[in-house]
């Protein structure tokens, strides 16, 4: 079982800037792929932004320039720094862990986000 922490989200104006973290509960943190998600008030999750154990990244084409994910394995930590905000990216935010061999997969309880003037 892996324990996934939130945090960093807030309420920011348009054009601002966010970071968030995500940490986790378990000494094996660089085998998994972590992944950022998010759930804007009356529609689907969707996927912002994932990055492999060795830091490969990809990202949502809505996000792209403007967000950055990366990883910290000495941490257990993910980030994700999001720049140029705008008040569609409002959402709870969410971070993921999944060990694609097993297909096993991890939810943190998520962060809200909330850009607006």
């Known amino acids: 079982q892996v324990q996934l922490v939130e945090s960093g989200g807030g309420l920011v104006q348009p054009g601002g800037s966010l970071r968030l973290s995500c940490a986790a509960s378990?000494?094996?943190?660089?085998?998994?792929?972590m992944g950022w998600y998010r759930q804007a008030p009356g529609k689907q999750r969707e996927l912002v932004a994932t990055?492999?154990?060795?830091?490969?990244?990809m990202y949502a084409d809505s996000v792209k320039g403007r967000f950055t994910i990366s990883r910290d394995n000495a941490k257990n930590t993910v980030y994700l720094q999001m720049n140029s905000l705008k008040p569609e990216d409002t959402a709870v935010y969410y971070c993921?862990?999944?060990?694609?061999?097993?297909?096993?997969?991890?939810w943190g309880k998520g962060t809200l986000v909330t850009v607006s003037s």
């Open positions: 990055i492999t154990g060795i830091g490969s990244p």
């Open positions: 378990t000494s094996a943190f660089s085998i998994y792929t």
């Open positions: 993921r862990a999944d060990f694609a061999p097993t297909g096993m997969n991890y």
